[in-house]
């Protein structure tokens, strides 16, 4: 079993940066590959980005490539994303989750944390 927590969110301009964090219980951290995602008002939850469980290999989504970095530190049980250049589509709740693989699709994860809101202003 893993617990998630997401923090960091808020409300930025254009521009801006902002810093997500994701603490985990469970003892199987360490284990798992962490996945970012998003899900703006009435669309469908879609993939941020991920990494594998040592943080070796990420992955992003085409629209955030260049502008977030997802990082993993297994020690402290905890995966960021940090966010910078953010414009007003990246608005949206931002959740974390674990999985076996560092997938691209909801189903591939297996825990998810409750969503941190994300507010991007013109």
């Known amino acids: 079993q893993v617990q998630l927590v997401e923090s960091g969110g808020g409300l930025v301009q254009a521009g801006g940066s902002l810093r997500l964090s994701c603490a985990a219980s469970?003892?199987?951290?360490?284990?798992?590959?962490m996945g970012w995602f998003r899900q703006a008002s009435g669309k469908e939850r879609e993939f941020v980005a991920a990494?594998?469980?040592?943080?070796?290999?990420?992955y992003y989504a085409d629209s955030v490539k260049g502008r977030f970095t997802i990082s993993r530190d297994n020690a402290k049980k905890t995966v960021h994303l940090q966010m910078n250049s953010l414009k007003p589509e990246d608005t949206a709740v931002y959740y974390c989750?674990?999985?076996?693989?560092?997938?691209?699709?909801?189903?591939?994860?297996?825990?998810w944390g409750q969503g941190t809101q994300v507010t991007v202003s013109s």
């Open positions: 469970g003892r199987t951290f360490s284990n798992n590959a």
């Open positions: 989750a674990a999985g076996n693989l560092p997938g691209r699709h909801t189903h591939e994860y297996d825990y």
């Open positions: 990494t594998s469980w040592r943080g070796a290999s990420t």
